[in-house]
């Protein structure tokens, strides 16, 4: 089984940016379709993002598309999530998952693999 560690995460200011970075080990990144969720206090965990693992399409929640953009480096084994034009909102622990040969999904239960989350705080 993928695991994964999530970092990047950090206290930034409304309209700032931040790159987060969901690193893999033990099994190669390219044949998982890879997600991000996020879970604000006292809120269920919601998908963010997704790039599958057949072509890399990606997708994203209507609440960030145009803001987020999510992407994959194989040589690295690391999938990314640049955010933008980050708004108060958007504060939450962000976690990445990930699933062998999966197609995106939006459901906790489409990836088998989490990483254990980073907080991101978005407060002027």
């Known amino acids: 089984q993928v695991q994964l560690v999530e970092s990047g995460g950090g206290l930034v200011q409304p309209g700032g940016s931040l790159r987060l970075s969901c690193a893999a080990s033990?099994?190669?990144?390219?044949?998982?379709?890879v997600g991000w969720f996020r879970q604000a206090p006292g809120k269920e965990r919601e998908g963010v993002s997704c790039i599958s693992s057949s072509d890399s399409s990606t997708f994203y929640a209507d609440s960030v598309g145009g803001r987020f953009t999510i992407s994959r480096d194989n040589a690295k084994n690391t999938v990314y999530l640049q955010m933008n034009s980050l708004k108060p909102e958007d504060t939450a622990v962000y976690y990445c998952?990930?699933?062998?040969?999966?197609?995106?999904?939006?459901?906790?239960?489409?990836?088998?693999?989490w990483g254990q989350g980073t907080q991101v705080t978005v407060s002027s």
């Open positions: 998952a990930a699933e062998v040969f999966g197609p995106c999904g939006w459901d906790l239960s489409d990836f088998g693999s």
């Open positions: 033990g099994k190669t990144l390219d044949y998982y379709a």
